[in-house]
């Protein structure tokens, strides 16, 4: 019960490493608040909370909408009245091409919903955090953020910018008692990255992938929901700005 009554927002919480982390918190007694764009998904999360007897709520935000994240928090304060830990977490892939032909709608989407969200994300979480004296904010980079990734340019530069922006925030507000950190996953098993999807796309291309990390396998999502929650905890009260590593050693 590491979180018991910590009011606790997962953004991307409809899917994949969001909703994993949405019930291994509330598993922890956290409040959740699951927030996606996907309302289905998004209410699924909250019931798979609920009948396991957690607390959960769900608001639909789009995040790369500074409006949307602002009401998000608004509301977050007229329910709860603070807001202890936020997960900015949401994401896209973006499509796959080499970077003479990556399509400039598609490069501002992907930096807005991967880059901009986090940047709104903190810009109206570190008030709430400020007030109460203290909070803890986790992003979700990905190795991506760390090391060039070939036909991603969008993705690769969005999820440097999470990095930059954590880092940056985490040094501005390490003296008000907010930590902030970054998990960088490496491929992880979920709608984003399915790997027997991708292999009848593209035959071989995760065998490929795999035999590039050191421990010769894929992540599961609560792996990275284990450096979430640990980054979140008392066991962390000395770290902020980590770009953190979630990856079988490919960047080692
Ligand atoms: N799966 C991987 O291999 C992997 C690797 C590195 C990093 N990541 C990152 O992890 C995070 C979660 O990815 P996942 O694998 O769980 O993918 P996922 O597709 O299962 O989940 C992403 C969630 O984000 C939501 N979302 C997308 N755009 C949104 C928007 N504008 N507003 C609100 N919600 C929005 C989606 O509806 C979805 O529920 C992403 O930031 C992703 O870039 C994933």
Redesign the pocket.
């Known amino acids: 019960m590491r979180f018991k009554n910590k009011i606790t927002l997962i953004?991307?919480?409809?899917?994949?490493?969001?909703?994993s982390a949405a019930l291994a918190f509330a598993k922890e007694g956290a409040i959740i608040v699951a927030?996606?764009?996907?309302d289905q998904?998004g209410k699924e999360t909250v019931e798979q909370i609920v009948s396991k007897k957690g607390q959960a709520t769900f608001i639909k935000?789009?995040?790369?909408k500074y409006e949307e994240v602002k009401k998000l928090m608004q509301q977050i304060h007229e329910e709860f009245g603070r807001l202890d830990i936020a997960i900015n977490?949401?994401?896209?892939?973006g499509v796959i091409a080499r970077t003479k032909d990556y399509p400039e709608d598609d490069w501002d989407k992907v930096m807005s919903?991967?880059a901009s969200?986090v940047f709104y994300g903190m810009k109206a979480q570190i008030p709430m955090m400020l007030e109460q004296g203290g909070g803890v904010i986790v992003n979700?980079?990905?190795?991506?953020g760390l090391k060039g990734l070939p036909n991603s340019i969008a993705?690769t530069a969005s999820?440097h910018a999470v990095i930059g922006a954590t880092r940056t925030a985490a040094m501005e507000y390490g003296r008000n008692n907010i930590r902030i950190n970054a998990i960088?996953?490496?491929?992880?098993?979920?709608?984003?990255?399915d790997p027997d999807a991708l292999d009848k796309m593209a035959q071989g291309i995760p065998d490929k992938l795999k035999a590039n990390v050191p421990m010769k396998r894929?992540?599961k999502?609560e792996e990275?929901v284990g450096a979430m929650m640990w980054l979140c905890s008392d066991q962390a009260s000395f770290v902020t700005g980590l770009a953190l590593p979630v990856d079988g050693g490919l960047t080692a």
């Open positions: 953004t991307g919480a409809a899917s994949g490493i969001g909703r927030s996606d764009r996907n998904g935000t789009d995040v790369s977490n949401a994401g896209i892939n919903i991967n969200s979700t980079a990905s190795i991506a993705y999820k960088c996953p490496v491929f992880t098993v979920s709608p984003m990255f894929f992540a999502v990275q």
